[in-house]
């Protein structure tokens, strides 16, 4: 298979600290408690639009929703400020953020494409492209030939899954192809959607239809392990449960907890369904938070005994049930968008799985939920984002934006202040004072 890229051969660096500053004890000045927090006004306006907060992966920092460095304005604007507006191609995976450059994952014609952008200006860095044919079923053409899971950045490699099942890594300076596995023989029905993950030196990757969970080693794409299997357009999730580090994954009849090292079952929970299964795990003070289709949504409760590992349900919600939306939870409370009533937020007690609020029908088809702090960022999508408070008390929308002039499938990625959208073939950054 052949690949070409173009742009300079500069590095990809993730300014994570302050720079290096002198401080000379001649320069002593009595702060008054309103320069102090002058100050440290300034100092939040700089960090939440300086690009210090990567977002490196499908769902953020921390693979939960979360987003790093928003800093709430005093008052919230008319409307936000369109930095720059890039054509990217085709495709819904969220695009990345790290330091100053965006990495984005797209299609062209017949080739699917990686492109790194400076994040300040929205200029091309570097784009590397390979052949990558799709025939798209009738059934799936409304949503377009992809690509849908996101890149993945680990220690300067960017890991891409193609809708085809072709597995990538790139060199993130340059865009150079480092390894790279072809599709499987069968190509994948609905094509692929899982985002891929990372523990240790593995990558684990769904590559669609029937085959199981692959663990790939990062360095050079050998095969570490691979289950059987039929596993969904969920994405695997990586946590620590009783000690021992495991891939949490949804196939097509059970929710699953492998050993991350070796792949071994570790637990299985009996989840089958006819319908749709694309929501990513949440990890909850041990619990394991899954919802699907007409599945209402569960906390499972795996532990590890001597006879080995169990798991139950610890909570079972059915007012709710998600679709495509990935809930979130902040503090004790999960927030999601139900695929009933036609779109209705709506907000549960993370540890008893009681109701807490139900909001209005007919919200959205699908909405992409970010948090920052006690904040929620709801892209619909029809291209209208929505700030909610997150709170018990019920639906707070505080403000509402239009970003796109297309469809918005992809999850937006939220770098400190900074917005950066993805709608059906172009790229913006959007940004957000946090000072008046």
């Known amino acids: 298979m052949s690949v070409s890229w173009t742009g300079p051969s500069s590095r990809a660096r993730s300014s994570n600290c302050w720079p290096n500053e002198r401080w000379d004890p001649r320069m002593r000045v009595r702060l008054s408690a309103s320069a102090f927090a002058l100050l440290i006004s300034v100092a939040a306006t700089a960090a939440a639009q300086s690009g210090r907060f990567d977002y490196p992966q499908w769902r953020g920092p921390h693979r939960d929703g979360g987003a790093s460095g928003f800093v709430e304005p005093s008052a919230w604007p008319a409307a936000l400020t369109r930095q720059w507006t890039a054509a990217v191609g085709q495709g819904y995976a969220t695009p990345l953020v790290i330091g100053d450059r965006v990495f984005v994952f797209t299609r062209r014609n017949d080739d699917e494409m990686l492109t790194a952008l400076d994040a300040e200006t929205g200029s091309v860095l570097w784009q590397s492209t390979y052949a990558a044919p799709y025939d798209m079923f009738e059934a799936t053409a409304v949503h377009g030939p992809g690509p849908r899971a996101t890149p993945l950045f680990v220690d300067g490699k960017l890991f891409t899954l193609g809708i085809s099942g072709i597995v990538s890594a790139f060199d993130a300076d340059n865009g150079r192809l480092l390894w790279q596995m072809p599709r499987p023989a069968e190509q994948p029905f609905y094509g692929t959607a899982s985002s891929p993950a990372a523990d240790g030196n593995l990558i684990f990757v769904h590559t669609g239809n029937y085959d199981g969970l692959t663990a790939f080693d990062r ?180 403000a509402r934006y239009t970003v796109a002039d297309s469809p918005t499938w992809a999850q937006p990625a939220i770098s400190g202040n900074r917005f950066f959208v993805k709608d059906v073939d172009t790229l913006t950054l959007w940004t957000m004072s946090p000072a008046p």
């Open 219 to 398: 360095d050079n794409g050998a095969v570490a392990w691979r289950t059987a299997g039929t596993f969904t357009y969920s994405s695997p999730l990586i946590v620590e449960l009783d000690g021992v580090r495991q891939v949490v994954s949804v196939s097509q009849d059970h929710v699953v907890g492998l050993s991350a090292h070796d792949g071994v079952v570790l637990w299985a929970y009996p989840f089958a369904s006819p319908y749709m299964r694309a929501i990513t795990p949440i990890e909850h003070a041990g619990r394991i938070i899954v919802s699907a289709q007409n599945m209402g949504v569960r906390a499972l409760r795996p532990r590890r005994e001597r006879s080995g590992w169990t798991v139950e349900t610890a909570w079972r919600n059915d007012d709710v049930s998600t679709a495509m939306t990935n809930p979130v939870v902040v503090a004790d409370t999960l927030f999601g968008l139900s695929e009933r009533r036609r779109g209705q937020f709506f907000a549960l007690d993370a540890d008893t799985g009681m109701t807490v609020w139900l909001g209005p029908p007919r919200q959205a088809e699908n909405t992409a939920i970010v948090k920052a702090e006690q904040l929620l960022f709801l892209l619909n999508d029809d291209a209208e984002l929505i700030v909610a408070r997150a709170s018990r008390a019920g639906f707070e929308p505080i």
